[in-house]
Every structure is written in C-alpha cells, then in structure tokens.
C-alpha cells in the first residue's frame, strides 16, 4: 500500500522546489508514468506522484489555503469511498504538510533557515481591547492554535541535522497580513516569543486538515527577517533552494511518518 501525503503550498513556485526536492521531477519534465494530474473542484489541479507525494498549490492567505485543502481532502476521500476499508478511517491522506518560504524571526531563524513547527498558531485570530490583544480562546470561539506532537517533529528535525541542514523546531505564525513595521513585530515577538517564522497559510491548511483527522506540520524556509519591510533584502531564491535541499534530506522521513 502506497501511504499518500499531501503537501499544500502558496504558490508553483514552492510547489516546484518541494517536488525538485523529493527526486520527482515538474510536471512538465516528468514523464507520464510518474506524475497524473488531476483537475479539482474551483480551479485546482493536484499533482499526484506515484510514489506517494500529492502536490497542491492552494492560494494566498489562510481563507484560499483551507478551502483548497479542504477540497483536496474531500475529492480523496469520495475517490477512496469505494475501497473495501473507507469507513476506517476518515481520509486517505495519513499526513498533510504546509510548505513554503516565510519571514524569519531574529534572532531564530536567520536567512535560509528551515523552520519546522512545533505549533501553528493562528496569530490575528481575536480581538484588540484597551488592554491589549485577546485571542480568539479567550474570547470563547474556537481556536488559533494546532500544536504539532514531538513525535512528528523529532524525525523530522533529525533528519535535517544528519543532513547539515540549518533549522530550529518552533512555532510558526499565520498572518493575513505579512507583517511591515517594527512595531508590529515586536507586538508578534512580545505575545509570541519562541516564534521563529511568520507565513500566510499554515493554520488554514491544519483546520482543515483537523476536519478530516489527519496530522499536520508546517516547514518554512526562511527569505526575509520579519521587520521593517524592505524588498532589496528578500532571499527568495535563497530560500526556494533551501525549501528543495530540505526536501530532499526529508522525503525518507516524511514517508516514514506517513505509515
């Protein structure tokens, strides 16, 4: 049995880098036996490699990002509803994994650091009050916090350090608004200290896959410090490389965790 991962980016151009990482060539470089893709529901095309690694680009911020995730989990689990041992369980996806570049938190995670989370927290789901900001449990609604077991970030960590990658295992923020000034990220530091990365998607990617009961974990590879913003100091090419190097080193892992 093929364990099956589904990996969610932004934008191609993380999915590129994840996919050159894994050894599995573009769709447009790989022959037809490896790769088949398939058209979703709004828009969306999946990637599905036969060696078990399904490669979604599902939009900016965490509104696009949940729905697109949730339509690739509900396309395989219908896909899979006829198989002898579809009521086992609620998906066929035994991991879902949220990719991609982010601004790094000094002093944690400079410039080409792989970020991989030890929670994804949702950091602008609340409301500011006179006496500061509330997160949205203390407000009595939900949450904004999906924390990520040792257990699937230890190998995960591991098998970056054997590689010679540089890493840090801490939370990783989601923002609907890439954070600019000084002051705001003082604000994100102060309410979350052990941050060490701020992107747009993750905690949209782990509610839905929390719907259908499947693990996620998020890995970043850092491009830019959070702070002041200044495009001439963006390392995006820097950190797509980084985001394939780290794949690479990965992969056996990933696929372990996936059974």
Do not use: C
């Amino acid at each position: 049995m093929v364990h099956r991962i589904l990996i969610v980016t932004a934008v191609a151009a993380e999915a590129d880098s994840v996919a050159a990482g894994l050894g599995h060539a573009t769709p447009e470089t790989a022959g037809d036996t490896a790769w088949e893709t398939l058209a979703l529901p709004g828009g969306l095309t999946l990637r599905r490699h036969a060696e078990g690694a399904d490669l979604l680009v599902g939009g900016v911020g965490p509104a696009a990002v949940a729905a697109a995730t949730g339509t690739a989990l509900a396309y395989a689990s219908l896909a899979d509803a006829s198989l002898a041992d579809a009521t086992a369980r609620p998906s066929p996806y035994d991991l879902v994994v949220s990719a991609g570049i982010a601004g790094g938190f000094a002093p944690h995670a400079p410039i080409g650091t792989v970020v991989v989370s030890e929670a994804i927290v949702a950091a602008d789901l609340g409301a500011e009050t006179p006496d500061g900001y509330l997160a949205v449990e203390e407000l009595g609604f939900g949450r904004s916090v999906h924390p990520v077991p040792h257990s699937l970030t230890g190998p995960l960590a591991a098998a970056l350090r054997a590689a010679g990658r540089p890493h840090t295992v801490a939370p990783v923020l989601t923002v609907s608004t890439v954070t600019g000034t000084a002051g705001r990220t003082a604000e994100l530091a102060g309410r979350h200290p052990a941050a060490a990365a701020e992107a747009m998607e993750g905690f949209g990617v782990a509610e839905a896959a929390a719907a259908y009961g499947v693990p996620v974990v998020e890995i970043r590879a850092v491009s830019n410090a959070v702070g002041p913003r200044d495009r001439s100091a963006w390392r995006i090419g820097e950190a797509l490389d980084s985001l394939r190097q780290a794949f690479r080193a990965l992969g056996p892992t990933l696929s372990v965790e996936a059974k």
